[in-house]
């Protein structure tokens, strides 16, 4: 009997252990990557996000460009309420919306171990005050699922990396400065 199930779980066992090796050697090849620097057009607001490398983080995002009218970006990534008293803003002027022209937008991401096209941690919406969730994936080369939250608030978007073909369109634009008090 011992015999028997020697013949028996012997070869489950090498089964076993050759089938963790290729999983294990599996996980070690490198997993097909998208990189996300490049110019991604945001599609809920009129802006185009300037995604670049940085040292402490896997990436870092800057207003490439905005929409003159762009309020509600204003009213996200702007000055604080309380700056904005200080300043006398009740309602943003195309120069003060400029002024997000070529400001970093604080991302702290990590990069999922599991799944290297999904991102996720928080972002700092400086207008409001506070840091919301944030979750990137990047559904492919040229497509990105942003989904930011705070307590019950959910917001969805998807941004759109703009080719090359056509990044003469939205030319860098110039921050202005703030009007001196």
Known sequence: MTDMIEKIA??????????????????????SQ?????????????????????????????IHWIAEDEREVYDYFG???????????KNPTRD?????????????????????????GRVHLTGKGFWANMKLELKDEDTAAIKMSK??????????????SQKTRYTRCAPQRPAQL
């Open 34 to 62: 998208i990189d996300p620097v490049g110019l991604w057009k945001v599609n809920r607001f009129d802006i185009v996000m300037s995604i670049e490398d940085c040292d402490a983080q896997d990436f870092c995002p800057v």
């Open 96 to 120: 003060n919306i400029l002024e997000l022209c070529g400001q970093q937008i604080d991302f702290e991401l990590e990069q999922n171990p599991q799944n290297p096209l999904k991102y996720e």
């Open 151 to 164: 307590l019950w608030v959910t917001e969805h978007d998807t941004w759109t990396r703009i080719p090359q």
């Open 79 to 89: 000055p604080s309420s309380r700056e904005k008293r200080e300043r006398g803003i």
């Open 10 to 31: 012997r070869p489950l066992g090498m089964a076993f252990a050759a089938a963790a090796i290729c999983t294990a050697a599996a996980a070690d090849e490198p997993v």
